[in-house]
């Protein structure tokens, strides 16, 4: 027979572990520390671009944005190239000049010309970059930090397949032109057959019309959407595209990338694309 006072006792005991895990259940979840929080996602929010899986072996350049400004000043030490049949690195593949833009959150790597550009000395002492057909993995080391002094945490890789070279120049003609209707407010598209260069084509394509109010745009380097605040309005629209508008290889509406300006005549200065739509 249990006693009255051995019963209070065991009955105090449950409620006491009862409300022990009441509270527990009740707890905040405790965050991630600032530090934490920007050493898991600092990485994560970097962009490589192009994005695209398959490149010209004949490539030139990347575009890597940063959340936040980055530290400056011996950079490449954080870069390698990694042929992934072999697991070798790739041997002095960068053009080792910073370009930054004036936030220091957008970075130009380039490889470099000399080594992708047929017939010069560095393609023939050392040979291209890149062979059709191999895979390839640009590494970003995570021991680089921001300019705060705060590592990006861990390594950021850009895999991708080096595809056959690339000589040809871009042509508008064969651009794929979606066009609104009046009254709408659906994206004017304009789409490639071939990635272009990211960050020039904000700035080479535009467009002009009667529309009054103001008209945005956003781009992934395969097509570029004009997006207008109010709908669109009936009439002429017009499209501008600059001839120094490059491909992944550099070649531009204007010229292509491996023209030889030495043996080539002087060529005609090369004029704006226009192309004249109607939204009706």
């Given at each position: 027979m249990?006693s009255?006072?051995?019963?209070s006792?065991?009955?105090?005991?449950?409620?006491?572990?009862?409300l022990?895990?009441?509270?527990?259940?009740?707890?905040p979840i405790r965050?991630?520390?600032?530090s934490e929080q920007?050493?898991?996602?600092?990485?994560?929010?970097?962009r490589?671009?192009?994005?695209?899986?398959?490149?010209?072996?004949?490539h030139?350049?990347?575009?890597?944005?940063?959340?936040?400004?980055?530290a400056?000043?011996d950079?490449f030490?954080y870069?390698?190239?990694?042929?992934?049949e072999?697991?070798?690195a790739v041997?002095?593949?960068f053009r080792?000049i910073?370009?930054?833009d004036?936030?220091?959150?957008q970075?130009t790597l380039?490889?470099?010309?000399?080594?992708q550009?047929p017939?010069?000395?560095?393609?023939i002492d050392i040979?291209p970059?890149?062979?059709e057909g191999?895979?390839y993995?640009?590494?970003l080391?995570?021991k680089?930090q921001?300019?705060?002094?705060?590592?990006?945490?861990k390594?950021?890789k850009?895999s991708?397949?080096?595809?056959?070279?690339d000589?040809?120049q871009?042509?508008?003609?064969?651009?794929?032109?979606s066009i609104?209707?009046a009254?709408?407010?659906t994206?004017l598209?304009?789409?490639?057959?071939a990635?272009l260069?990211?960050?020039?084509?904000?700035r080479t394509i535009?467009?002009?019309?009667n529309?009054?109010s103001?008209i945005?745009?956003?781009?992934?380097?395969?097509?570029?959407?004009?997006?207008?605040a109010?709908?669109w309005?009936?009439?002429?629209?017009?499209?501008t595209?600059s001839?120094?508008?490059?491909?992944?290889a550099?070649?531009?509406?204007a010229r292509p990338?491996?023209l030889?300006?030495?043996?080539?005549?002087?060529?005609?200065k090369?004029?704006?694309t226009?192309?004249?739509?109607?939204?009706?």
């Amino acid at each position: 027979m249990i006693s009255h006072g051995v019963h209070s006792t065991a009955l105090v005991a449950v409620c006491l572990l009862l409300l022990s895990a009441c509270e527990e259940s009740h707890k905040p979840i405790r965050p991630n520390s600032p530090s934490e929080q920007k050493q898991t996602t600092a990485a994560d929010n970097i962009r490589i671009h192009p994005s695209v899986d398959v490149l010209p072996a004949n490539h030139l350049k990347f575009y890597i944005e940063f959340p936040a400004a980055m530290a400056r000043g011996d950079i490449f030490q954080y870069f390698s190239l990694i042929e992934n049949e072999s697991g070798d690195a790739v041997p002095d593949p960068f053009r080792e000049i910073e370009l930054w833009d004036e936030s220091a959150r957008q970075l130009t790597l380039w490889f470099h010309p000399g080594r992708q550009k047929p017939g010069v000395n560095l393609n023939i002492d050392i040979g291209p970059i890149l062979e059709e057909g191999k895979n390839y993995t640009l590494i970003l080391s995570g021991k680089w930090q921001r300019e705060t002094g705060q590592i990006i945490g861990k390594d950021v890789k850009k895999s991708f397949r080096a595809g056959p070279v690339d000589n040809t120049q871009p042509d508008p003609q064969k651009w794929q032109y979606s066009i609104p209707a009046a009254g709408s407010s659906t994206a004017l598209s304009i789409t490639f057959p071939a990635p272009l260069d990211y960050a020039l084509i904000p700035r080479t394509i535009q467009i002009s019309s009667n529309h009054n109010s103001k008209i945005g745009s956003s781009h992934d380097g395969q097509s570029i959407q004009f997006i207008p605040a109010s709908p669109w309005k009936a009439g002429q629209i017009k499209i501008t595209i600059s001839p120094i508008l490059e491909d992944l290889a550099g070649n531009s509406i204007a010229r292509p990338f491996n023209l030889d300006l030495q043996t080539t005549p002087e060529l005609p200065k090369p004029s704006k694309t226009m192309r004249s739509f109607t939204i009706k």
